[in-house]
T-cell receptor, first 113, second 114 residues
Framework: NAGVTQTPKFRILKIGQSMTLQCAQD?????MYWYRQDPGMGLKLIYY???????DKGEVPNGYNVSRSTTEDFPLRLELAAPSQTSVYFC????????????FGPGTRLTVL | QKEVEQNSGPLSVPEGAIASLNCTYS??????FFWYRQYSGKSPELIMS????GDKEDGRFTAQLNKASQYVSLLIRDSQPSDSATYLC??????????????FGQGTILTVHP
């Protein structure tokens, strides 16, 4: 199993550009999450999904969109990038939403200039 | 708003000492508690989970949970330089609509010096 994979690893965007961060998992997990981590801070939840076709907002959803057309993939879309979106983005997945361990991808480091 | 607070760092301990990391949470309905270790430039990795009051030991790591005081801690015995990392406390407000969402503390940087 590859676990949770994310692409790209690094990206520099100009203000106003758009991009999609890719996340995929091969563990047949139902629940998937997108977090952002600003320097010296913990992780904040952006969006989450409990299954294909079902998504909902987390703590900091503004400026982002998600979709979940398959169990495996959970892309995060940034529209009109802003410097405030400079961060490291982590995708995570878990089998169910109770006590199971969340598995994290390697992260995408995004800089908006 | 559900909050998770960790003791401010950085924490520096000598090799072989016990490192003590603390975390408090605001939501009394919280049911699952996790400690993640994050090396610089890497993703968080789970090192301990605890769900009921008391202590849970795994090798050199001991997690302690006190739900009445809304407090969870992590002890690292015989600290090694390889333990130097940021430690993140995370809380799952498990329930019908929580969907496994985690709230993270801001992290505590631990440095173990030889």
């Amino acid at each position: 199993n590859a676990g949770v994979t994310q692409t790209p690893k690094f990206r520099i965007l100009k203000i106003g550009q758009s991009m999609t961060l890719q996340c995929a998992q091969d563990m047949n997990h139902n629940y998937m999450y997108w977090y952002r981590q600003d320097p010296g801070m913990g992780l904040k939840l952006i969006y989450y999904s409990v299954g294909a076709g079902i998504t909902d907002k987390g703590e900091v959803p503004n400026g982002y969109n998600v979709s979940r057309s398959t169990t495996e993939d959970f892309p995060l879309r940034l529209e009109l990038a802003a410097p405030s979106q400079t961060s490291v983005y982590f995708c995570a997945s878990v089998t169910s939403g109770g006590t199971d361990t969340q598995y994290f991808g390697p992260g995408t480091r995004l800089t908006v200039l | 708003q559900k909050e998770v607070e960790q003791n401010s760092g950085p924490l520096s301990v000598p090799e072989g000492a016990i490192a003590s990391l603390n975390c408090t949470y605001s939501d009394r309905g919280s049911q699952s508690f996790f400690w993640y270790r994050q090396y610089s430039g890497k993703s968080p990795e789970l090192i301990m989970s605890i769900y009921s009051n008391g202590d849970k030991e795994d090798g050199r790591f001991t997690a302690q949970l006190n739900k009445a005081s809304q407090y969870v801690s992590l002890l690292i015995r015989d600290s090694q330089p390889s333990d130097s990392a940021t430690y993140l406390c995370a809380v799952n407000h498990a329930g019908g609509t929580s969907y496994g969402k985690l709230t993270f503390g801001q992290g505590t940087i631990l440095t173990v010096h030889p």
